[in-house]
């Protein structure tokens, strides 16, 4: 039976199913789901269907992993921390700010600038090309030609690259936060 301040079973049983289940989401649209349709679909066809899927994929893992900080710092009082739980803490607090980021700013961005980008691309009829099979020289061109695509381009992959840093140091601190976990199963 727990005393007061230990989890109940049910609770760490929570815990433990929220954790993995957002890192096998993270694993899932990190590494699989966007490499599938990259070879699969036309670049248009991928980007649209990454504007609908993201904002799930970044609310699902803001809302696991503030539920994750919540019951953890519920049963880890700052006061009796040691190194370890520090770091944990640390860990689920980092996955909740780079969510966040990704969710409220930077996804956003990303996709709103692929819409102005896309549109300009099928002015110039590109974009249904399927795969890694670019017309690199057309879109080369568009870019020398139109300054307004290039600024798009730039912005797009300037915030890109911001999502994927954040989404990849989340996939780590979750990563990271299911090993602590594993590590202490007695406690949570």
Known sequence: MPTEGQPTDLVKVAHL????????MQLWVTFVAGFVMAAGVSRHTFGQV???????????????????????AVYHPRELLDTHESVQIGLFFASVVLAGLNAQWFGQTV?????????????????DEVGMKAKKEAYKTLREKDPKYKSLRSTFF????????CNLLCVLCTGAN???????????
């Open 17 to 24: 199913l929220i954790l993995s289940a957002c890192w096998g």
């Open 50 to 72: 990454q504007s609908k899927l993201f904002p799930f994929y970044f609310y699902g893992v803001l809302g696991s992993s503030f539920l994750n900080l919540a019951i953890y």
């Open 111 to 127: 996709t709103d600038t692929m819409l102005q980008m896309q549109e300009i691309e099928k002015e110039h009829r590109l974009g």
């Open 158 to 165: 300037r915030y890109h690259g911001l999502s994927s840093l």
């Open 178 to 188: 299911l090993c602590y976990t594993a590590l202490n199963l007695q406690t949570i």
